[in-house]
Each structure stands twice: as structure tokens, then as C-alpha cells.
């Protein structure tokens, strides 16, 4: 599981290189968490823009996916959201399951961050797997155990983590996440 989430964190500091941004930390303030994370009733955070190129702004990454959607792909309950706080238009959330453990790991890099040069870089590895059906571009990584999903000029790394969970379990949830997801950005 820690080799899943130094994904994160690398994505997380390519983002900020790329971008000219700052990692986003949590820190007193930085970081929120309450008893239904990203809620259970769906939220659109970002309006759908015309032509590809510009949806809404996304204000809270633990509104891209709520803590009911993720309970019922991966059948794992008491979900909650940490969110940190967007900092140069990145940020992330960790969904956490009732008994502490990781079920999902969301990166999100907004337009000027440099989202289209990070997807440049991901969907051209050796090993990245299209994914056809989402409402966006996207690619599965079997090395990471991660799905990158690319619209409107936003990027959101997907990293579902329930235990021994193999890669075409991971896919398969992360697959039907970016479609939800996608509906968002």
C-alpha cells in the first residue's frame, strides 16, 4: 500500500514541477475531514464547458467522488475524506474506510498547474492501458495500480487501495470512478 501512495505523492511534485506550483500540505487549517467525507448524495463541483477546453473550477477534490459512490464500487463502508486544501490549482483527497483503512487516493492538477503536460507524460508510458468509456481520456497504469483520468484541461490520479486487491480489481474500480469523476469536471 505505501508503494501505491509514493504514486500519489509523485504525481503530486510533477504537477508542482511542471506547474510552477507548490505541493499542497496538510497542515493546522489545511486539512478537513468530517463524518461523511465527500458526503453520500452526489455534487456536481464543476460546471461542463463547451468545446474541451474549460470546465468550472473544482473548489474541494473530495467532491469529485462521494464517500457513498466509493462504498458501493468497492463494498467497503464507513468511508470518510481528508481533503488538502487546492494550492496553484492541485490538490488531493484520501478516502479512508471504518476501520482506517486507504480506499481511494485522488490527485487533482487544475489547467494553469500544468494537467496537459502531466498527461502527456502518463499516457504515453510503455505500460499505460487506455480506458475507453469514461466521459474523459483515460489511461490505467498497471505499474502504479493507478487510473489518470484527463478533461476539460484537468488531470485526477485514481489509486483505489482495498488490501491485496490485484490490478484488474483496481482498474475495474478505478474505471467505474473516472466515470463519475468525469461527469464532475
Known amino acids: 500500500m505505501r508503494h501505491n501512495l509514493r504514486w500519489i505523492v509523485l504525481v503530486a511534485t510533477v504537477v508542482a514541477a511542471c506547474g510552477g506550483g507548490t505541493t499542497p500540505t496538510a497542515g493546522p487549517g489545511g486539512a478537513t475531514a468530517g463524518p461523511g467525507g465527500g458526503g453520500t448524495t452526489p455534487a456536481p463541483v464543476a460546471t461542463q464547458g463547451g468545446g474541451g477546453g474549460g470546465g468550472g473550477a473544482v473548489s474541494k477534490v473530495c467532491d469529485l467522488i462521494t464517500a457513498g459512490e466509493i462504498e458501493s464500487i468497492m463494498s467497503v463502508t464507513g468511508v470518510t475524506g481528508q481533503e488538502t486544501a487546492l494550492v496553484s490549482e492541485s490538490g488531493a483527497c484520501l478516502y479512508l474506510t471504518g476501520d482506517g483503512g486507504i480506499a481511494v487516493a485522488l490527485s487533482y492538477t487544475g489547467g494553469a498547474a ?61 474505471t467505474e470512478m473516472a466515470k463519475k469523476i468525469a461527469g464532475r469536471l
Not at 499505460?128 to 495500480?145: H, K, M, Q, R, Y
Not at 483520468?149 to 475495474?172: E, M, P, S, T, W
Request: aromatic share 10%.
Open 114 to 174: 500544468g494537467a496537459s503536460s502531466v498527461w502527456e507524460v502518463w499516457k504515453t508510458q510503455a505500460d499505460a492501458v487506455a480506458i475507453d468509456g469514461t466521459g474523459g481520456e483515460a489511461v490505467f497504469l498497471p505499474s502504479a495500480e493507478t487510473t489518470f483520468l484527463f478533461k476539460n484541461g484537468k488531470l485526477v490520479g485514481i489509486q483505489a487501495g482495498a488490501g491485496n486487491a490485484g490490478a484488474d480489481q483496481r482498474k475495474a474500480w478505478e
